[in-house]
């Protein structure tokens, strides 16, 4: 197979691949009914560069309409310093608190 | 005598026995639900001086409603007159009727319709002679120009001094009607007795005499006893259901609250307790900044505790800044804070939070620890400041979280993830052991009041800044020049009210500038607190705009605060700069080589970092 592949002198990326199917924007439709500023998100990342947890909300918010797992926000303190430095004054604090909540009525079914 | 009954004391009679047996079981409910620990301290206050001391704040607080009177006296003596008013009506009522009949365990409905039985000493005589019937009329008078009152506060709420009122439910309404129309009838049915009897004091002697000019008031005389007494019955069934179940509780709360009971997410009892007794006055209200930022928005504590109470917990439990300022006003004393955050569920965020932090150069441990704290951090202006406030101190210090990624657990706290900040508390508390640190000095006055509060760090001393460097100024360790500008303080809420740390701020900023413009105000919002993560920037930023007119209005040239989160907040929206106290101390710092004699202290430098400690 691989020498197969080799003749090409490329492969696709399977891990960037978008999968239409795995996507189900349930729970962040309801999320950002609560939190209305998310719909204003730029995916700046600042959010992910001022945090002293690790957490990487952006990427975190880019997958959660895959529902992927949402681990990463055990190391979150919620301090808000994502939300001083956001550029579009989204509630970060309530994101998150949200998404954890709302995750939990969720439960497994999503 | 003749025989003491008629049926129209019936409604009264079953209104009030309804309202008895509720009140007991309630009691008894409240104690049994009480954490064990918070059981034995009722148990053990009861036969102590705190009783004593309890019976006191009740008449003081649920009677007189002296902490009203001093904030607003209007509305003081509105509910003074009606709380005070009614309850001597009852009592002179009792010993009235005693005297008279000569029976002391008589049936409650005898006292309570008493002018009905016993007409009382002949009209215009009983005007002069001070005697139970002038006192009676006296105090219905007093109850009646509180109600006076009420009816203004109701329609024009302004006169009475609040910006906005409560806005009450149907229950409420309903019963609050039934509490203004008793007083009247009353009034009337006295009034339709004296009159028939040619007998009665003032009040109720003259409304009579008036009436039987008009017309023969003895035909009316069981019709307005009967609307008395149901009025007084349909009220008391109400009573349990509506915000009118405080008048009751209150007195509980006070005892309670006397024996040493506080509020904690086990205690049930006294959560219910404390619900029960908030009588949605709505000064609160009043005193929250998000009435002016948010108008419409139910988020103040008397919506909040009333949708707790009815069972509805919507998303107001993050709707609030925990400020403190409806709490500083609460003239029940009700711990507001406690209660919203215990609302709020621990969802196990930041379980996994790791923490670290520097102790010691190539393991020498310092005598001073510096926590900047996350927020900090995001105004690294105040970090410089404070090195150099420090280096030109000579302390010599650590600075525990120079790369940013350390916590001190209260913000996790305030969203409600207890057992996070728990454990971070366990990380800190040891690290700060293990330092060898005698001092530990925080730039954020967040930090400060959970490590003051919660945190046990035997041998060491922790400082807010503010405070240190007021210590450094006092004992001349450093020296700063005055400024020919005018300064304007903002109390941050957790260091102000929260810890009550008010005066070393103000102590700097004389050392400082040339005048301190504060204005006489229990401290504001700046708007920016991590206490309300349900709190959108727009309404953030109507806070912050409030507060800065508020402060600004002697024309300051700067303000100062000792927050970053306010500084970051006030800068967004301020036209006059914005600094934290460490800022201006460190701009006016007067350097050594301006010092001479300096020098010559060098050797005790160690000494004094020592004392400082």
């Not at chain 2, 509105?78 to 005693?98: K, Q, V």
């Not at chain 2, 509490?179 to 339709?192: C, G, K, Q």
């Not at chain 2, 004296?194 to 009040?203: K, R, Y």
């Amino acid at each position: 197979m691989d020498a197969v592949k080799s003749k090409f002198g490329f492969e696709i990326n399977q891990g960037r691949h978008i999968d239409m199917d795995r996507i189900d924007t349930r729970l962040a439709d309801e999320i950002s009914a609560h939190v209305r500023s998310w719909k204003a998100c730029l995916n700046c990342g600042s959010c992910s560069a001022t945090c002293p947890g690790g957490v990487g909300l952006r990427s975190l918010l880019l997958k959660l309409s895959t529902l992927g797992e949402l681990t990463t926000l055990d190391t979150c303190l919620l301090c808000g310093k994502c939300f001083l430095v956001c550029p579009r004054g989204i509630s970060t604090r309530y994101l998150i608190i949200q998404i954890i909540k709302k995750r939990r009525e969720y439960g497994k079914a999503v | 005598m003749e025989k003491l009954f008629d049926p129209f004391v019936l409604p009264f009679t079953v209104g009030f026995s309804f309202l008895v047996l509720w009140f007991v079981y309630k009691i008894v409910r409240w104690f049994i639900s009480l954490r064990g620990d918070d059981m034995k301290l009722v148990i053990t206050g009861l036969f102590s001086l705190k009783t004593l001391q309890a019976l006191v704040e009740t008449v003081n607080e649920s009677l007189l409603h002296r902490k009203v009177f001093r904030n607003n006296s209007r509305l003081g003596y509105m509910h003074m007159s009606l709380a005070f008013g009614w309850f001597m009506l009852i009592l002179i009522g009792n010993i009235e009727s005693t005297y008279y009949s000569g029976n002391l365990f008589k049936p409650i409905y005898v006292s309570v319709f008493w002018r009905f039985f016993d007409p009382g000493p002949s009209f215009p005589q009983a005007m002069i002679q001070p005697g139970f019937a002038f006192w009676m009329d006296l105090f219905l008078l007093l109850v009646l120009s509180g109600l006076g009152f009420a009816i203004l506060k109701r329609f024009r709420s302004r006169i009475m001094g609040m910006k906005r009122t409560m806005r009450h439910e149907p229950a409420d309404r309903l019963a609050l009607a039934a509490l203004w129309m008793i007083f009247p009838a009353r009034l009337v049915a006295e009034s339709m007795t004296c009159g028939a009897n040619g007998t009665g004091s003032f009040l109720t002697g003259s409304l009579g005499y008036l009436f039987s000019r008009f017309f023969d008031p003895s035909s009316s005389i069981l019709p307005s006893w009967w609307i008395y007494s149901f009025l007084l019955g349909f009220f008391f069934v109400l009573l349990p259901f509506t915000r009118y179940a405080h008048i009751p509780s209150e007195p509980v709360l006070i005892f309670f609250r006397k024996y040493g009971v506080r509020l904690s997410p086990g205690s049930a009892g006294y959560t219910d307790l404390s619900l029960t007794a908030c009588s949605s006055c709505g000064i609160c209200i009043n005193a929250c900044q998000l009435a002016e930022a948010a108008p419409g928005r139910p988020v103040q504590s008397s919506y909040f505790v009333r949708s707790v109470r009815k069972n509805r917990v919507p998303d107001l439990q993050y709707e609030c800044l925990i400020c403190g300022r409806c709490e500083a006003a609460c003239p029940v004393g009700l711990e507001l804070m406690p209660m919203r955050q215990n609302t709020r569920p621990d969802l196990g965020i930041g379980s996994r939070a790791t923490i670290t932090g520097k102790l010691g150069r190539n393991g020498h441990p310092r005598r001073i620890l510096y926590f900047a704290g996350c927020m900090t951090h995001l105004s690294p202006g105040i970090i410089r400041s404070m090195s150099s406030i420090f280096n030109q101190a000579g302390a010599i210090w650590e600075f525990y979280d120079a790369d940013g990624q350390a916590c001190c657990g209260r913000p996790l706290k305030l969203a409600g993830q207890v057992d996070a900040a728990r454990n971070i508390r366990g990380k800190l508390e040891n690290d700060f052991s293990k330092s060898g640190a005698d001092l530990l000095v925080t730039s954020c006055p967040i930090c400060y009041r959970i490590f003051n509060e919660e945190y046990n760090l035997p041998g060491i001393r922790v400082l807010h800044h503010s405070q240190y460097i007021r210590d450094l100024l006092e004992w001349n360790r450093i020296k700063v020049e005055s400024s020919i500008q005018n300064a304007v303080y903002h109390s941050p809420c957790e260091l102000g009210r929260g810890s009550g740390i008010e005066s070393e701020p103000r102590e700097i900023i004389k050392a400082l500038y040339k005048a301190d413009l504060t204005p006489d105000i229990e401290g504001l919002c700046c708007g920016g607190s991590l206490g309300g993560p349900g709190i959108d920037l727009a309404t953030r930023r109507a806070v912050a705009r409030g507060a800065v007119e508020e402060l600004t209005h002697g024309d300051p040239d700067v303000l100062i605060t000792a927050c970053p989160l306010c500084k970051k907040t006030f800068s967004a929206i301020s036209r006059i700069p914005v600094l934290d106290i460490s800022e201006a101390t460190a701009g006016q710092l007067i350097k050594p080589n301006a010092l001479p004699e300096r020098k010559k202290q060098q050797g005790n430098h160690h000494k004094q970092a020592v004392a400082v400690g």
